[in-house]
């Protein structure tokens, strides 16, 4: 694929340098402009006024945080997928609401398929997984059609940029 000049959300267009910046920001969004200059090969001035394009654009959302959720005793990555069926408006309210205030969850999505939602969490043990699922399965049993869990024993790859 050619990055020269690539067309983000209708006339937004980043280059290879922009690509460039976001790929290390991806890394250590804490690094400086000026150790980002350098491994860019632009002048700070430069990659300030970009990083600031990016951000006034919305191509970049955020800097965030990476955790290392098993240093902090978190041993199991869960994602269940949930497809659903006869509930009223107020039923589906009740479940996000409860799944989006539930500590353990970190993603909730809405998907096509033959799935509807997503869920991702993270447990500390078996125990904790078996009483997430478990908790979910019982409160929201009249709504759920077909449930299906993935552990994921590690993480190859992840990448912001799709290109």
Do not use: C
């Amino acid at each position: 694929m050619n990055h020269k000049n690539e067309e983000i959300s209708g006339n937004f267009k980043i280059d290879k340098k922009d690509i460039e910046i976001i790929r290390s920001l991806e890394k250590n969004a804490r690094t400086s402009i000026l150790n980002l200059a350098k491994k860019v090969k632009l002048s700070h001035e430069t990659v300030r006024y970009r990083i600031n394009k990016l951000v006034k654009s919305g191509v970049i959302e955020n800097f965030t945080v990476s955790v290392d959720k098993r240093k902090l005793g978190y041993e199991i990555y869960a994602v269940i997928m949930i497809s659903t069926w006869n509930y009223t408006e107020e039923q589906w309210k009740n479940f996000l609401d409860y799944l989006v205030n539930n500590k353990n969850i970190t993603a909730i999505e809405k998907i096509t398929g033959n799935y509807d939602l997503k869920i991702a969490f993270w447990a500390k043990d078996s125990d904790e997984f078996d009483n997430i699922t478990q908790t979910i399965k019982t409160k929201f049993s009249s709504m759920i059609k077909e449930w299906q869990t993935f552990i994921f024993t590690k993480l190859i790859k992840w990448g912001e940029l799709p290109f």
